[in-house]
């Protein structure tokens, strides 16, 4: 048996908690977290554009993002303070998007955005490329997220989540390419476009492909690597995405919350397989990945070693989990729109006789080494050590209430315990209920404090008794931003005890 420390919050104004505080009703489709945080973003985004845009007009000028200005501060966009992006070393130019396609356009003729345009391109933030292929699994989710642009001005506004509100990001159209400009060549390779300025423009300096970074599959799309500078403006450079897990990037997508599930601590698969991968785009996210592989015997230099096609240390997006015939399929896909598991259901394998064949429009799924690849469930999770849930919301009587509080740190090592912060829940009426811990987004300021590892555990108590209702901790090794556990409570008060421990704490000349 088990005992926990009084409570550090008191009932009353100062520490106790009532979920009809701060109530806030959930759209009926899932999607965004709907707040009032949510329609102030959207509103202040969408008038900032319009005014962007007025003004450049009235001055006959595109838009430049002095905040974020890859040209002229390249310097601070894409490094941090104490770490550079590797990729920088091939930043050739900086050009619009008028510059690099010849008829660009946002979002595909109609609007629908496929999983499949996403491409990762030389930096190293696959988990959120994966979770953008996630995300477009969903109709009209990512239109939501790109909120209003003029592509003749050069002007895009977006919205992200964090700290439990949303908030909105406005950038130019200006992006990286590591295609040299013409006055750069050197008077040989002049020669090859018969020192002819504008045909080497039009031939070498055209096109998605000539992008530094994340890019779209299909031809004069733009939406994909414009995100993604959002998104890097959002956490201050391009330096800070490098690396991270695909439910934070989800989170920061759509405001839901995450799980992170260990493939072999799964105890019944049928009931994973019932009560999670089918609801994949219908109220849930997944992505999966691996750790780091170890090179091979015969081969101990291999610097990228694969297994079945499978790479380590490297994020991919959960697209659909389909049952049909007795067998059960996962879609997987790699960000890099290239790459694909070869195992057994692989594209063009023994395994799909022509009877299988017919079903691949059911899995809506084509042959093709485009990144998308089958599964068996099985081999799904057999191949893959770990899964990320994020749990969207709809309208079905969800409310919210949060608080944000300044956690002691205990040092390891150290006795385990509770304690380190505890606080009140009241719940009036029978509930499902969804409780998170979440620490603020360092991503934000991540080269200031990624010496530091810090972890989250807590147990819920109800009020008055010893034993805990349940216990959770992060899973291991994975140190996420945050923590939760979904509940049936019964009316009444309850307590969350709290352990914080800062596992991990560096000098930065050990980095």
């Given at each position: 048996?088990?005992t926990?420390?009084k409570p550090?919050?008191?009932k009353g104004?100062?520490?106790?908690?009532?979920?009809?505080?701060?109530?806030?009703v959930?759209?009926?489709?899932?999607?965004?977290?709907?707040s009032?945080?949510?329609s102030?973003?959207?509103?202040?985004?969408?008038?900032?554009?319009?005014?962007?845009?007025?003004e450049?007009?009235a001055r006959?000028?595109?838009f430049?993002d002095n905040e974020?200005d890859?040209?002229?501060?390249?310097?601070l966009?894409l490094?941090?303070?104490s770490?550079?992006v590797?990729?920088?070393k091939?930043l050739?130019d900086?050009?619009r998007?008028?510059?690099?396609?010849?008829?660009p356009?946002?979002?595909?003729?109609?609007?629908a955005?496929?999983?499949?345009?996403?491409?990762q391109?030389?930096?190293?933030?696959?988990?959120?490329l994966?979770?953008l292929?996630t995300v477009?699994?969903?109709?009209?989710l990512?239109?939501k997220?790109?909120?209003?642009h003029d592509?003749?001005v050069?002007?895009y506004?977006?919205?992200?989540?964090?700290n439990?509100?949303?908030s909105?990001?406005?950038?130019?159209?200006?992006l990286?390419?590591?295609?040299?400009k013409?006055?750069?060549?050197?008077?040989?390779?002049k020669?090859?476009?018969h020192?002819?300025?504008e045909?080497y423009n039009?031939?070498a300096?055209?096109?998605g492909?000539l992008?530094?970074?994340?890019?779209?599959?299909?031809?004069?799309?733009t939406?994909v690597p414009?995100?993604?500078?959002?998104?890097?403006k959002?956490?201050t450079?391009y330096?800070?995405?490098e690396?991270?897990?695909?439910?934070?990037?989800?989170?920061?997508l759509?405001?839901?919350?995450?799980?992170?599930?260990?493939?072999k601590?799964?105890?019944?698969?049928?009931?994973?397989?019932?009560?999670e991968?089918?609801?994949?785009?219908r109220?849930?996210?997944f992505?999966?990945g691996l750790?780091?592989?170890?090179?091979?015997?015969d081969?101990?230099?291999?610097?990228?070693?694969?297994?079945q096609?499978?790479y380590?240390?490297?994020?991919y997006?959960?697209?659909r989990?389909?049952?049909?015939?007795?067998k059960?399929?996962?879609v997987?896909r790699?960000?890099?729109?290239?790459?694909?598991?070869?195992?057994a259901?692989?594209?063009?394998?023994?395994?799909?006789?022509?009877?299988?064949?017919?079903?691949?429009?059911e899995?809506?799924?084509s042959f093709?080494?485009?990144?998308?690849?089958?599964?068996?469930?099985?081999?799904?999770?057999?191949?893959f050590?770990?899964?990320?849930?994020?749990?969207?919301?709809?309208?079905s009587g969800w409310?919210?209430?949060?608080?944000w509080?300044r956690?002691?740190?205990?040092?390891?090592?150290?006795?385990?315990?509770y304690?380190s912060?505890?606080?009140e829940?009241v719940?009036?009426?029978?509930t499902?209920?969804?409780?998170a811990l979440?620490?603020?987004?360092?991503?934000?300021?991540?080269?200031?404090v990624k010496?530091?590892l810090?972890?989250?555990?807590?147990a819920?108590?109800r009020?008055g008794e010893?034993?805990?209702?349940?216990?959770v901790?992060e899973?291991r090794?994975?140190?996420?931003?945050?923590?939760?556990?979904?509940?049936d409570l019964?009316?009444?008060?309850?307590?969350?005890y709290?352990?914080a421990?800062?596992?991990?704490q560096?000098?930065l000349?050990?980095?």
């Open positions: 048996m088990e926990y420390p550090t919050n008191k104004s100062k520490g106790r908690r009532n979920l009809k505080d701060h109530v806030e959930r759209e009926k489709k899932v999607g965004l977290f709907l009032a945080e949510l102030s973003a959207i509103e202040e985004c969408k008038a900032r554009v319009a005014s962007i845009v007025k450049c007009r006959n000028r595109k430049r974020f890859v040209q002229f501060d390249g310097e966009c490094d941090g303070y770490e550079k590797k990729s920088a091939d050739k900086v050009q998007v008028t510059e690099i396609f010849e008829k356009h946002f979002f595909p003729p109609g609007g955005v496929n999983s499949n345009a996403i491409r391109g030389s930096l190293g933030d696959c988990y959120f994966s979770a292929s477009a699994c969903i109709p009209g990512i239109n997220i790109c909120v209003d592509a003749e050069g002007v506004g977006f919205i992200f989540y964090r439990s509100g949303w909105s990001v406005v950038i130019d159209d200006m990286l390419t590591n295609i040299p013409y006055e750069s060549l050197s008077q040989e390779a020669a090859i476009y020192e002819d300025k045909q039009s031939n300096r055209k096109g492909g992008l530094l970074y994340a890019k779209a599959g299909a031809e004069e799309e939406w414009l995100i993604e500078k959002a998104y890097a959002f956490h450079n330096a800070h995405l690396g991270g897990f695909t439910s934070e990037a989800l989170e920061d759509t405001g839901g919350v995450s799980t992170t599930y260990m493939t601590d799964i105890l019944d698969t049928d009931r994973f397989w019932r009560e991968m089918l609801w994949v785009n109220d849930r996210l992505a999966c750790s780091a592989l170890d090179s091979p015997e081969d101990p230099h291999k610097k990228s070693p694969d297994v096609g499978l380590g240390n490297h994020a997006a959960v697209l989990a389909v049952e049909c015939k007795g059960r399929f996962v997987v790699n960000p890099w729109g290239t790459g694909e598991w070869n195992g259901w692989s594209d063009g394998s023994k395994e799909w006789t022509p009877e299988w064949l017919q079903v691949l429009p899995l809506n799924h093709g080494n485009d990144g998308q690849f089958v599964m068996e469930y099985k081999d799904f999770l057999d191949s050590e770990s899964i990320e849930r994020t749990l969207l919301f709809d309208d409310v919210l209430a949060s608080s509080v956690a002691p740190l205990n040092m390891t090592p150290r006795a385990w315990s304690g912060l505890s606080f829940v719940i009036e009426t029978k499902k209920a969804i409780l979440t620490r603020l987004n360092d991503r934000f300021y991540r080269s200031l010496y530091s810090v972890t989250f555990e807590f819920v108590v009020l010893k034993n805990p209702i349940e216990t901790s899973t090794p994975f140190c996420s931003r945050s923590v939760s556990v979904e509940l019964e009316p009444g008060p309850y307590v969350v709290v352990s421990l800062r596992r991990v560096r000098r000349t050990q980095w």
